[in-house]
């Protein structure tokens, strides 16, 4: 597929790389051997295996995360050359057709930098659990046979199952704004675990979690907490924060219609916003 | 999901105040601008049909100033202003993204800060906020020049005073009319009125018609008076004539007419209209 005669001999991959967190960021340049069908996963590796600059100085390696390598786990989603996507699925012939210049590689702006391109994504899983994003089943005993879902339902649910916690929609989004908090020397890691959550509760929970909202008060069983779910969006940073810039939607790399998933929320809160006043 | 009480006014009642502040966008703020913009546009049919026009308004009397703080400046005010937090708690990121939908996010932005700014002068400008005769004599001697009985006369000179205050007025009117055809859009995103993707490309079409239409009006409206050439002494004439006949016929008595027409004393010379009424025959 990838015309291989007219690409170069090596590229320069510029990284954002920060050694700790909080600590400060720098860029750093190093030059790969091109070689077919790679990816920015590849790319990677070989700057480790080379662990040198492009001007030879020796560099600790660059570290990133990555897992499933087929864009479903969303581990290794980062910013390449200025947007949000997955490295395992940015192809180097595509970026080089995209861009002639060199690969720049930095670690998304939203969520707290750990080391180099690895993130701390807290707060997305705070925001699942804050809007419940999960089935309620209060037994373990058998159950009997599930409630029959039709087939209307099953393509409206199934697109927004898909959602892998990436975190693509949330870097996009002009609304989402970065919360970094530091544990203080004498804060226990129970301690600071709440104090982060607490400040991440009144922050935007993200197009990621009003849309996992809409797909749990559509399913038979999960549905019996829809109204504690609504609440949770309607509560400081939830779906009011939203202001339709869409570029959640267009980020996204399964295509979730977050953009669908977001009207019917607010149509869904409009509703219950109205009733719970007249009680 | 409790909210502790502890919690800033602001946040605790985040979802009420930005459903309010929608609303508010469209009514009263939004279908007041509508019927001021053609009101405005009104001045082609003659300085006689817009002093009708602006008579009707007047003739609330002392109830004006509640209708006008409870319908539209208050509304205004708490739109702008919860609008400017709004403003702040997002960060544009046009550069890496630059979607259509998200340029308009930011021009959402951009056009409210200006209509602030422009509304807050306009009102000064035409009108001082408050009706007090020594406010208002103050304001006129540092540019509030709009007499309600001599309504187009007066605001045409106030507009074509300078070309600095019709471009200001274009732009303002220009920013407004973006803002609320943008608005509409999504106010139905909010409220949850178009939710597919089809249905908000359905709802875009029909916001930006009735921007188009809107921008018509509004444009009309300025050029009605920031470039229509118009025989000032007579149009100036035929407003004194219309008060003086509704003076005599009981609709409005002599005190109030005093206020709200150009003072006599101050009798006009081709001076306060300047060379820069284009035109002018
Ligand atoms: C002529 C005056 C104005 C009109 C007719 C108007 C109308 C509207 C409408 C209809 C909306 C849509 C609400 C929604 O998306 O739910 C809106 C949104 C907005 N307005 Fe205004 N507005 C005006 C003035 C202002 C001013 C002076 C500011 C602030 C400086 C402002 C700031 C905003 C902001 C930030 C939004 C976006 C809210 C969001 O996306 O959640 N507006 N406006
Ligand atoms: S909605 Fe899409 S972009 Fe957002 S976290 Fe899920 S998969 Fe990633
Ligand atoms: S539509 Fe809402 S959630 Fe999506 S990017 Fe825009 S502001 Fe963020
Ligand atoms: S490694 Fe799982 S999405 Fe890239």
């Known amino acids: 597929m990838a ?3 007219s ?8 990284v954002l790389r920060q050694d700790g967190p909080q600590a400060s960021s720098y860029w750093e340049r190093h030059r790969v051997r091109y070689e077919p069908d790679m990816n920015v996963i590849s790319v990677l590796q070989r700057i480790a295996s080379q662990s040198q600059t492009v001007d030879g100085k020796e560099v600790s390696p660059v570290a990133w995360e990555c897992n499933c390598l087929e864009e479903v786990c969303g581990a290794c989603t980062m910013v390449v050359n200025g947007r949000v996507r997955q490295a395992c699925t940015a192809l180097v012939d595509r970026l080089m057709a995209e861009q002639e210049s060199d690969i720049e ?22 925001g699942l659990e804050k809007s419940k994003a999960w089935v309620t089943v209060d037994t373990y005993g058998p159950m009997g046979a599930g409630p029959r879902i039709s087939q209307t339902e099953q393509e409206n649910n199934y697109p927004l199952s898909q959602c892998m916690s990436c975190g693509c929609c949330l870097e996009a989004c002009p609304q989402y704004t970065k919360v970094e908090l530091v544990q203080g020397d004498s804060e226990s890691d ?14 935007f929970v993200g197009a990621h979690a009003i849309s996992q909202v809409m797909l749990f008060n559509g399913h038979p069983i999960a549905k019996n907490d829809a109204n504690e779910r609504l609440d949770s969006l309607m509560a400081p940073g939830g779906i009011q924060v939203c202001g339709n810039a869409q570029n959640c939607v267009a980020v996204c790399p399964k295509e979730i219609p977050l953009t669908t998933s977001i009207a019917r929320a607010g149509r869904a809160t409009t509703v219950r916003a109205i009733t719970k006043f007249f009680g | 999901m409790a909210t502790k009480l502890s919690a800033p006014f602001l946040v605790r009642h985040e979802f009420l105040l930005r459903r309010l502040h929608s609303l508010s966008g469209l009514v009263p703020v939004g279908a007041y601008m509508v019927v001021h913009l053609i ?15 602006v008579n009707q308004i007047h003739s609330l009397g002392p109830v004006l100033p509640l209708v006008e703080w409870a319908f539209i400046f208050l509304p205004i005010l708490f739109h702008g202003l919860y609008g400017i937090v709004i403003i702040r708690s997002g960060l544009p990121n046009n550069g890496s993204y630059s979607y259509f939908t998200n340029i308009r996010y930011t021009l959402q932005r951009a056009s409210g800060l200006i209509a602030f700014l422009f509304i807050m002068w306009h009102v000064f400008h035409m009108h001082g906020w408050i009706h ?6 103050f304001i006129e001697g540092i540019g509030g020049k709009f007499f ?6 007066t605001a045409t000179d106030a507009i074509q005073a300078s070309f600095l205050i019709r471009a200001a007025y274009f732009v303002g009117v220009v920013a407004c009319v973006f803002h609320l055809a943008n608005g509409i859009w999504t106010m139905g995103i909010t409220w949850g009125l178009w ?29 009605g008076f920031a470039l229509r050439s118009s025989d000032s002494d007579a149009e100036r004439a035929l407003e004194n004539k219309i008060i003086d006949a509704r003076i005599e016929a009981g609709q409005i008595t002599e005190g109030e007419a005093k206020h709200k027409r150009v003072p006599t004393e101050k009798k006009r010379s081709s001076a306060d209209v300047g060379e820069t009424v284009l035109g002018e025959t």
């Open chain 2, 132 to 137: 007090n005769s020594q406010w208002r004599e």
């Open chain 2, 195 to 223: 939710t597919t993707p089809e249905a908000q490309r359905k709802a875009n079409c029909v916001a930006g018609s009735i921007g188009a239409v809107l921008l018509g009006i509004g444009l009309l409206a300025w050029a």
């Open chain 1, 3 to 5: 015309d291989t005669s």
């Open chain 1, 190 to 203: 129970d301690a600071f675990a709440e104090r982060q959550d607490s400040t991440f509760d009144g922050e």
């Open chain 2, 148 to 153: 309600p009985f001599n309504a187009a006369t």
């Open chain 2, 39 to 53: 009101t405005n546009a009104t001045i082609w049919s003659g300085a006689g049909t817009f002093q009708r026009a």
């Open chain 1, 105 to 126: 590689l930095q670690p998304m702006s939203k969520f707290p930098v750990q080391r180099d391109l690895v993130v701390e994504r807290r707060r997305m899983f705070r």
């Open chain 1, 7 to 14: 690409k170069p001999d090596h590229f320069e991959v510029r």
